[in-house]
């Protein structure tokens, strides 16, 4: 069993800066992939970023491409994604996603964490 836990959430004003933690319970080479998704009420789920533990690879969606960059640490257990210049258009609940592939495929998500970027 995996278990995500997201924390670094919070009150932040425009133009401000937050780094986001995800901790897992479990080594982070057992992941095939690790991403962090935000979502806003009536709108669509986003995926924001997303690292390939085993070489680093990342991907940014154009929303955050150029503000965000997202990271792990394996001693830690911990994917990161630290933002800069926040806007209230970032406002909303980021979520820790991770994928196993073995034994078999499962996809594995935190409880959430809330970013607020208001003034």
């Known amino acids: 069993q995996v278990q995500l836990v997201e924390s670094g959430g919070g009150l932040v004003q425009p133009g401000g800066s937050l780094t986001l933690s995800c901790a897992a319970s479990?080594?982070?080479?057992?992941?095939?992939?690790m991403g962090w998704y935000r979502h806003v009420p009536g709108k669509q789920r986003e995926l924001v970023a997303d690292?390939?533990?085993?070489?680093?690879?990342?991907g940014y969606a154009d929303s955050v491409k150029g503000r965000a960059t997202i990271s792990t640490d394996s001693a830690a257990k911990t994917m990161y994604l630290q933002m800069h210049g926040l806007q209230h258009e970032d406002t909303a609940v980021y979520y820790c996603?991770?994928?196993?592939?073995?034994?078999?495929?499962?996809?594995?998500w935190g409880e959430g964490t809330l970013v607020t970027v208001s003034s």
């Open positions: 996603e991770a994928v196993v592939s073995y034994p078999s495929q499962k996809e594995y």
């Open positions: 479990v080594d982070l080479w057992l992941f095939a992939s």
């Open positions: 690292i390939h533990p085993h070489d680093s690879s990342v």
